[in-house]
């Protein structure tokens, strides 16, 4: 590739030159080794064992060098420069962010560091470019961010476009190199929170955690356990209690309250009773609980690093949703989400409309593998839930009387090619109010009558599509602001019409729905949930396999 960039004499110079022939430390002399390393298509830039990722990096170096002047970017004739002492600590201090600093070539440029031949010097030039672009990738895009791995499990969308070249340029340009670096990385709150409660629970593997818990009988408020003392310590070792450590074997008033912050920041029922599943949570290791912070840290940086002025985040895995304004949370509410068999998607798309008193128009999937079966056992399923039949899902589409098939005639191909619609009213399985962000998955927000179902600390029965525990307050959340005054009594209003209205919000609402098992809320305080669709286990194997 270089040699249409370099002169006949001058290539000949340098592969005359002697493995064992050193330099005098000149501008010259340094480009002249430079480009003797770039030429060595197989010279190994980092540890001999290297993965395809690394390979596929070291392909951006001759044509970031031939772009750049062929020379060196990070070192002169006396030694590594500034930035070239920016970005190794960088590099060095990467596992704050839940990333690996031996992935970046740590040990060999700490030997190269204090180098004083031009080879050595040129080694560790192209070690720190290197080293940027690996850098650069994971921290925009996450270490497994690939169409090779496992897309589901990954994200819902193409892994971006990756430009080592221009990141080099702009990172050689900067005038603060610490901010260009910082920049790299997610911005936002979640993120930054989550970064900070790593080294908490270092410290906290460092000085040897905590033992686990004993299982056994349930223990209830003001009963006497020989555990208690031993809950008392694991609570008071992760900071759910400030009281010093007691013998006493009472579950007394001051235990049950850390239990019960305990349990709301562990995705469990906050009933302050000490069973079978909050035991198994204590028992989660400190060493586990850091491996979850990488993870969901790796997970963010999937994620648009901006997440933007107004937004709302939908977490599938806390069940959850927060509508954010300036990176503080002014609503939340509790959602539930799809089950393991309909996972919902996750995604980012912004939100358009409002569509109360929505008609429900019911998928393909269910009509065939619900429906069918309950119209076999009953004909009049569909009138008494009052839901339309239609020939077929165009717009011309002929309505039919229900009661006029025979409905164990019908195969499920068929079944699937009608247009089942529910009119609105209060048995519409999208209660009152939908909220529409058009996208391939067919999925959106909405309300729904199963209310009791949000009283569950576990909330995923959906078939894909996120129910809403306090849908007009999302509605309000959405149209502050606008010219005209949006308030709960108005909605209110349009829904006792029981006509459809659509409401188009002034400005699409970014909606980022994502899977997060270990998240920080309001005050940065961590919450870790179940992995109900086994996502983590999978994640830990693509990060940890090493």
Same mark, same amino acid.
């Given at each position: 590739?270089?040699?249409?960039?370099?002169?006949?004499?001058?290539?000949?110079?340098?592969?005359?030159?002697?493995?064992?022939?050193?330099?005098?430390?000149?501008?010259?002399?340094?480009?002249?080794?430079?480009?003797?390393?770039?030429?060595?298509?197989?010279?190994?830039?980092?540890?001999?064992?290297?993965?395809?990722?690394?390979?596929?990096?070291?392909?951006?170096?001759?044509?970031?060098?031939?772009?750049?002047?062929?020379?060196?970017?990070?070192?002169?004739?006396?030694?590594?420069?500034? @930035? !070239?002492? $920016?970005?190794?600590?960088? =590099?060095?201090?990467?596992?704050? *962010?839940? %990333?690996?600093?031996?992935? #970046?070539?740590?040990?060999?440029?700490?030997?190269?560091?204090?180098?004083?031949?031009?080879?050595?010097?040129?080694?560790?030039?192209?070690?720190?470019?290197?080293?940027?672009?690996?850098?650069?990738h994971d921290a925009q895009n996450g270490r497994v961010y690939s169409e090779s791995s496992k897309p589901v499990l990954i994200k819902s969308k193409k892994a971006p476009e990756f430009?080592?070249?221009?990141?080099? @340029? !702009?990172? $050689?340009?900067?005038?603060? =190199?610490?901010?260009?670096?910082? *920049?790299? %990385?997610?911005?936002?709150? #979640?993120?930054?929170?989550?970064?900070?409660?790593?080294p908490y629970y270092r410290n906290l593997a460092a000085t040897g955690g905590w033992s686990s818990i004993v299982p056994g009988k349930t223990i209830h408020p003001d009963e006497q356990d020989s555990r208690i003392p031993a809950i008392w310590k694991r609570l008071w070792?992760?900071?759910?209690?400030?009281?010093?450590?007691?013998?006493?074997?009472?579950?007394?008033?001051?235990?049950?309250?850390?239990?019960?912050?305990?349990?709301?920041?562990?995705?469990?029922?906050?009933?302050?009773?000490?069973?079978?599943?909050?035991?198994?949570?204590?028992?989660?290791?400190?060493?586990?609980?850091?491996?979850?912070?990488?993870?969901?840290?790796e997970r963010w940086r999937w994620e648009a690093h901006d997440l933007g002025k107004k937004y709302v985040l939908v977490d599938v895995a806390g069940f959850t949703l927060e509508g954010i304004v300036d990176d503080a949370v002014v609503l939340e509410m509790a959602v539930i989400v799809g089950t393991q068999e309909h996972e919902t998607p996750l995604f980012t798309d912004h939100i358009q409309y409002i569509d109360i008193n929505p008609y429900w128009n019911v998928p393909p999937s269910i009509a065939r593998n619900e429906m069918l079966g309950e119209l076999r056992k009953n004909p009049y399923y569909l009138n008494s839930n009052h839901i339309r039949l239609f020939s077929?899902?165009?717009?011309?589409?002929?309505?039919?009387?229900?009661?006029?098939?025979?409905?164990?005639?019908?195969?499920?191909?068929?079944?699937?090619?009608?247009?089942?619609?529910?009119?609105?009213?209060?048995?519409?399985a999208l209660g009152a109010i939908k909220f529409v962000f058009p996208n391939s998955y067919n999925v959106y927000m909405h309300d729904t009558p199963a209310q009791s179902l949000f009283q569950r600390s576990k909330r995923d029965f959906s078939h894909g599509c996120i129910r809403l525990s306090s849908p007009l307050k999302l509605a309000e959340f959405l149209l502050a602001g606008d010219k005209e005054e949006?308030?709960?009594?108005?909605?209110?209003?349009?829904?006792?019409?029981?006509?459809?209205?659509?409401?188009?919000?002034?400005?699409?609402?970014?909606?980022?729905?994502?899977y997060q098992t270990v998240r920080s809320g309001q005050n940065g305080v961590i919450s870790f949930y179940p992995d109900i669709y086994a996502r983590d286990q999978q994640l830990e194997q693509l990060l940890f396999k090493e």
């Open positions: 590739m270089l040699n249409t960039l370099l002169s006949v004499p001058f290539l000949l110079y340098v592969l005359l030159l002697s493995p064992g022939t050193g330099l005098a430390l000149t501008a010259e002399n340094l480009n002249l080794v430079l480009c003797d390393r770039l030429e060595q298509c197989n010279a190994d830039f980092s540890d001999p064992q290297t993965d395809n990722e690394s390979n596929n990096m070291r392909r951006w170096l001759p044509v970031i060098y031939a772009q750049t002047g062929l020379q060196p970017l990070w070192v002169t004739k006396d030694g590594h420069g500034e @930035k !070239a002492g $920016i970005l190794f600590s960088v =590099l060095k201090n990467s596992e704050m *962010d839940g %990333l690996v600093p031996e992935q #970046y070539n740590v040990q060999r440029i700490t030997s190269l560091w204090n180098g004083k031949t031009a080879e050595e010097l040129i080694e560790l030039d192209t070690l720190l470019t290197l080293s940027f672009i690996m850098y650069a430009d080592g070249l221009m990141l080099v @340029k !702009a990172a $050689i340009s900067s005038l603060d =190199l610490n901010q260009f670096l910082a *920049d790299l %990385l997610p911005s936002h709150k #979640y993120y930054k929170n989550l970064r900070a409660a790593l070792i992760e900071g759910f209690i400030k009281s010093a450590i007691t013998d006493s074997p009472v579950y007394d008033e001051a235990l049950v309250q850390a239990v019960r912050q305990f349990q709301l920041r562990h995705g469990l029922t906050s009933d302050g009773v000490i069973g079978k599943g909050t035991i198994a949570a204590m028992n989660i290791s400190v060493e586990n609980k850091i491996k979850k912070i990488i993870l969901n840290l077929d899902r165009t717009p011309e589409a002929s309505e039919l009387n229900p009661l006029s098939i025979n409905w164990k005639e019908i195969s499920l191909k068929k079944m699937g090619q009608f247009k089942l619609r529910q009119d609105p009213g209060k048995w519409n949006w308030l709960m009594d108005r909605f209110k209003e349009i829904i006792g019409t029981g006509k459809r209205t659509v409401i188009r919000l002034p400005s699409p609402i970014p909606v980022h729905i994502t």
